[in-house]
């Protein structure tokens, strides 16, 4: 515990000194700290989509045949996002022990080192190796949310995390959008070499943009902590089920969001394939931009189980279309419908899953919130390795497949306690987050 005078900071809370109860911040402090987050969400999202649109279109020159490319594409992805998953608790348990700031400040400058071996990578091996650093850059969405929930008002967390949370897609989707000239005109590295220079300015944004009050008291083994947070979601009935329903959906999304590039380049085979990719995913961004705040603060009134699940139904009914599209125009239009039903679904899941925990728990939770996304990023894509061999648009009917799996998984999972075996609670304040 650490005191400023006026109150004490105990496990990561400001305590008043007059009253004992945490202190509330100012709204001005909470409002400029999802600003803050939201742009390095959408920066990141921006340099992953940019990564995934037009490493496809830069594989040849690496030296990988023509027709291979397909099969490249799922299996680079794959392979980049398994390498850094099994530090992903270790990453909670330090920001328990030590703080949260400079461990989220962490996996920007492991994006800043990735672009920077990618821009000077010459082979498809020093490329493979160069952006397998991005895993290292896992686990910091969750300590963000975290810490944004401890500020935010309890009644704007909803439309909060839904923001915040709609930077990362919007950026997916933009980030392509005003890179596909850049591509054209001057190529993958000085399209990398831009957003290794801006991750910077990232980074020092986060680094001194905000002070983060949060101080760590957990002094146990780090191999016990992250164990025990592991532990929690393993024993807790909602999560044991909400996980696994929220990797299929976000696993659906990431299998056809690495193969629109090459969808839409087997449509278009003109000059300009840069710009065309980028239009085609940034036409979902600009939709997603739109409907995702809408559908959070929606969720806000209507609950966030309802909108989620039935959003997912949605999703379940236009996965198969772009697979039906045979011009630019028809696959620009059912993308960008679809990519703004999934990013809802991305935001609003965060909130479900901040209210499926404890109080106690919620931090260690959420520090795993990402887990299905990083999962989807690894099985997704190693799926569409598989699937792209007999046709490339096989991807989508097996989106939808798996969309069905996660809904269904959701609509299991809403009525679970979100208590761990023994733990005594009151059941009627559990009843009530089980209806929201």
Do not use: C
Not at 240 to 259: D, G, H, I, Q, V
């Amino acid at each position: 515990m650490v005191s400023d005078g006026k109150a004490h900071v105990l496990n990561g809370s400001r305590i008043d000194k007059a009253t004992g109860q945490p202190s509330a911040p100012a709204p001005r402090s909470w409002l400029w700290l999802l600003t803050l987050f939201t742009l390095a969400s959408f920066v990141e999202g921006a340099f992953y989509s940019q990564i995934n649109a037009f490493t496809p279109l830069y594989l040849p020159k690496l030296g990988i045949p023509q027709d291979q490319v397909a099969t490249w594409t799922g299996a680079v992805v794959a392979i980049t996002s398994a390498i850094g998953l099994p530090l992903l608790p270790f990453w909670g348990a330090l920001a328990d022990r030590y703080a949260r700031q400079p461990i989220i400040v962490r996996s920007f400058v492991a994006h800043f080192l990735a672009g920077l071996g990618m821009v000077l990578s010459g082979s498809i091996w020093v490329f493979l190796l160069a952006r397998s650093i991005t895993s290292f850059a896992l686990g910091n969405s969750g300590l963000m949310m975290t810490t944004l929930s401890e500020r935010a008002p309890r009644l704007r967390q909803g439309l909060a995390f839904s923001i915040m949370n709609s930077g990362a897609p919007v950026g997916v989707f933009i980030g392509p959008l005003i890179g596909g000239a850049l591509f054209d005109a001057y190529g993958f590295r000085v399209l990398i070499a831009i957003n290794v220079a801006v991750m910077g300015l990232v980074i020092l944004g986060m680094t001194f943009g905000y002070r983060d009050q949060f101080v760590g008291t957990d002094r146990g083994p780090l191999l016990g902590m992250a164990a025990e947070s592991v532990r929690i979601v393993l024993r807790t009935p909602r999560l044991r089920a909400l996980f696994p329903s929220l990797f299929a959906l976000f696993a659906a999304w990431l299998l056809a969001l690495t193969y629109i590039p090459l969808v839409t380049t087997s449509i278009y085979t003109g000059s300009e394939t840069g710009k065309i990719v980028g239009l085609v995913i940034g036409a979902g961004g600009l939709t997603a931009l739109i409907v995702s705040p809408l559908l959070g603060a929606l969720a806000d009134r209507w609950g966030h189980w309802r909108v989620l699940i039935t959003a997912g139904l949605v999703g379940v009914i236009l996965w198969p279309l772009p697979a039906l599209a045979h011009d630019l125009w028809s696959l620009a239009i059912t993308w960008a419908l679809i990519s703004a039903v999934s990013s809802s679904v991305f935001a609003i899941s965060f909130s479900v899953l901040a209210s499926s925990t404890t109080d106690e728990a919620r931090g260690r939770v959420m520090s795993f919130a990402y887990l299905p996304v990083n999962l989807g990023l690894l099985v997704g894509p190693a799926i569409g390795a598989v699937l792209t061999r007999v046709s490339l648009l096989a991807v989508f009917p097996a989106a939808a497949v798996l969309t069905a799996l996660g809904v269904g998984g959701l609509w299991l999972a809403r009525n679970r306690s979100i208590e761990q075996p023994g733990n005594l609670s009151a059941a009627n304040g559990e009843a009530g987050q089980r209806k929201s």
